[in-house]
Structures are given as structure tokens and as C-alpha cells.
């Protein structure tokens, strides 16, 4: 039987230009993250750990804008990049899923997100979005940095404003001891989710990484020059969903 290959447009610029500022940011966060886990062998103290903590979280500054605005963009982004073609939902999905996992190469290739993609994806977009809430309230917490640092700031000092002026991170002449101990007791579940969640992210982006591979060997549908000029090549069998 002769099929046609034909050219699909599927991810729109605002979708492949999130991927990438998000798989660049992800990757120095996880970095620098690694680093920070292991100042104490690696000899790293005092301004020096403060300055890569402070890079961490200005990285982590643009992987957060750059994550809200992808969620805002799948409530009104182009057709494959929306809640619907990502979220493992609909009456159909758990049939689309059973098969594609049970086909083992004979499913037919998806244009957008194949059901077992639509998963990951979701579960990538819950765990992004839980270590950039925790990240935000841990750089006000250790360092004292926008959005939540002022509160923070003003919570160790208890609003004493001449300790206010002289507060700095990693110096703790200027807090107030039992608010300072206070704050830290909120901290801590914060940063026990926020490095279990790193954990997690390492996972997740070896098991997307795989995934990736297996899907261009099995499908054969352009996936990685897909997310680069946003279309896939494809014949006249492919599935929309």
C-alpha cells in the first residue's frame, strides 16, 4: 500500500521556544541544585555559597516566567498546544492508552501528544509548577529575594526597620532568634518537598528523555526536528486526538 508523506504543522513558536528556554533552565538549575546539596565536601561557604544560591534562584527567575506563561499559553495557544491535547483526559483516553500501550509499534503515529506522552507531560507540568512555588518561597527565605523575601525580612526582624536595613543573607547578627527560629520551622518542610521533588525531576527528565527516543524509533514521526521547526512529517495514517 503507497502512502503519502505529508508536512503537519503541530507545535506553534511560543510551545518550542518554552520547550527549550525550559530544558536550558531546567538543566542549570539541576546543576548548580547538585552543587548546592554538596557545599560541605566540596569546601564552598560563606559569600561563595550565597552567590551560587543567588544564581540559582535568578535561573530560577526565568524558568518561572517562562513556565506561567506556558500555562497561560495552553488556555489560548494553537490547537496542539492546549490543556486539551495535553491533560490525560476525556472519555476516550484510558481506551487510547490501553491500546497504544498494548499495539507495541503497530499504533498508529499520533500528530500531537501519544497518550502515554499526554502523562508524562502532565506530570512534568505539576512537578515544574510545585518546585517553582517552593523555589520562590525558599529564595525569601535564605536570601531574602522578591517575591516573598520583604515578608520574610520582616518576619525575622519582626519589622524592627534599623535591623531591616542592616539584614543580609547568611548573616544572622540582625534577626530576631525566636522569630529566626520560627521562620526556619516553616522552611523546612518547604525545602524537604522541594528536594524530593528535585529527585523526582531527575527521573522524570530521564524517563522524557527515553521516552523521546523510543517514540522517534517507533513512530518514526520527526519528534525532535518537530520541536526545533514545529512540524512532523508524516503519512495519511497519522491520528488526531
Known sequence: MNTRLQRYKVWDRTTRVFHWINAATVIALIAIGILILNTDILGIKGEAKILL?????????????????????????????????????????????????????????????????????????????????TGLILAGTDLYMPPLGGYFSEWVTEGDQARLNQLKPGDKSQVVDSAYKEMRSFRKPVITIHIYGFYTLLILVFTHVLGVIITEIREKNGLISAMIIGEKVLDDTHQDE
Open 53 to 133: 544560591k543567588s544564581v540559582h534562584v535568578y535561573i530560577g527567575y526565568v524558568f518561572v516566567l517562562n513556565l506561567v506563561w506556558r500555562l497561560i499559553w495552553a488556555f489560548m495557544g494553537s490547537h496542539y498546544a492546549r490543556w486539551r491535547q495535553i491533560l490525560p483526559l476525556g472519555k476516550n483516553y484510558l481506551t487510547s492508552l490501553k491500546r497504544y500501550l498494548l499495539n507495541s509499534g503497530n499504533e498508529r503515529p499520533y500528530l500531537g501528544h501519544n497518550p502515554v506522552a499526554r502523562l508524562i507531560i502532565s506530570l512534568f507540568f505539576l512537578l515544574l509548577s510545585l518546585q517553582a512555588a
